[in-house]
């Protein structure tokens, strides 16, 4: 089931448009961006986990990860896929057309689905061509508040090159040092921010960055900064903000947490669970994609604690509907979660998924994997 299928890049024409990749669900995503690379294209999709993850996992559980400011989610860029019902049935959706109005979407149900109802086997997917220009920036800031105005700052002056915009706050820094010995690249902040640009011009690229950092440096939003070029300080780079997880595992048990708020109010989730855990918590970290509204809350103990996860659950989640936010942003219910969806969704809502879930495995034959809630 990892096979690539089809690859139509449409090349012969001379066009910078996307191509379309078919293939199985057991293709690992790290495996199709270096096969989109050596034709000039990459994937819509990038995560810190691109190594081992499989794409029929990622849409079955709509991953955002690092590009969904540039390209968007899979609900828009995966064109077709082949499912396998409950009953056996194989649904053939794999379509590679990028408008088809002919009845209902059915493919959306399945993306984001965690595998309730139907088992995902193949998959095409757009892929946008390969930019001719990558830069990364890596800057340091002072205050939250000032990280939310370098980023309304950096969608305004960069525009359409804008690719990414991830942070990372002082206590992610201190255990990529700690566990990773991975060298902060500027000087100590509260607050990191890596920033990525991809065009097709790399002197019109450099020149909106440039603009970008003087206007930032001399705003007195960012105290500090570096910036990446080349391949291999780019991956460096990266690796501040992808490794925190890495790094994590290294510091005890760990509770993870993905949330999606308003802009405004993301780290103020972490300075608000800090002070309710107190000393009960080792480490309390925030990072995440800005762009996105997406906060990863990550909280280690020495070891498991079930008095400590009872004083983060519901907690966590009671804040975050408190200002109408998601409990799960791209990581999904699973199992943990599917009790708290009330959180997030209406009990209408949770009822029509029940309805569905039901049409379409009457015998509840994917049940192990349920993710709905116990009353469904």
Not at 16 to 39: F, H, K
Not at 193 to 206: C, F, K, L, N, W
Not at 221 to 242: C, N, Y
Not at 352 to 371: E, H, Q, R, S, V
């Given at each position: ?5 089809s ?124 930019p001719?220009?990558?830069?990364v ?8 508040e ?5 980023f ?10 804008l690719?990414?915009?991830e ?142 996860l ?14 109408q936010?998601?409990i ?43 993710t ?5």
């Amino acid at each position: 089931m990892n096979n690539i299928l089809s690859f139509d890049d449409i090349s012969d024409l001379n066009v910078s448009l996307p191509g379309i990749l078919t293939c199985q669900a057991g293709c690992v995503l790290e495996n199709l961006s270096l096969y989109l690379a050596d034709r000039d294209y990459i994937m819509p999709l990038d995560l810190g986990a691109k190594g081992s993850c499989q794409i029929g996992g990622n849409v079955a559980t709509n991953a955002g990860g690092l590009r969904l400011l540039r390209y968007g989610s899979l609900h828009g860029t995966v064109l077709g896929l082949e499912v396998v019902l409950a009953d056996g049935r194989v649904l053939d959706c794999l379509a590679t057309l990028r408008k088809d109005n002919t009845g209902y979407d059915l493919k959306q149900l399945f993306i984001g689905s965690e595998g309730t109802l139907g088992v995902i086997t193949a998959v095409s997917v757009l892929c946008p061509r390969k930019p001719r220009s990558v830069n990364v920036v890596f800057l340091g800031c002072e205050t939250f508040e000032q990280l939310l105005k370098t980023f309304q700052l950096c969608r305004g002056m960069l525009g359409e090159i804008l690719s990414a915009f991830e942070f990372l706050d002082s206590e992610c820094m201190r255990l990529l040092n700690t566990h990773l010995k991975l060298p902060n690249p500027i000087s100590d902040c509260p607050f990191y921010i890596v920033i990525e640009t991809s065009g097709s011009d790399p002197d019109h690229d450099a020149q909106k960055l440039h603009n970008f950092l003087e206007e930032a440096m001399t705003s007195l939003l960012v105290t500090d900064g570096t910036v990446a070029t080349e391949d291999a300080k780019i991956k460096a780079l990266w690796s501040m903000r992808e490794r925190v997880t890495e790094a994590l595992t290294h510091d005890g048990f760990t509770y993870k947490y993905d949330i999606s708020l308003p802009v405004e109010r993301i780290y103020q989730l972490v300075t608000d669970m800090r002070q309710h855990l107190g000393n009960r918590a080792k480490s309390v970290v925030g990072y995440g994609h800005v762009g996105d509204g997406n906060l990863h809350l990550n909280i280690t103990t020495p070891a498991k604690d079930p008095a400590v996860l009872a004083a983060i659950e519901p907690f966590v989640f009671e804040w975050t509907a408190n200002f109408q936010g998601s409990i799960s942003a791209e990581h999904g219910l699973g199992l943990k979660k599917r009790n708290y969806i009330y959180y997030s969704k209406p009990s209408q809502a949770v009822a029509l998924m029940g309805n569905i879930k039901a049409m379409l495995d009457p015998k509840g034959i994917l049940n192990p994997y349920k993710t709905l809630p116990d009353n469904l």
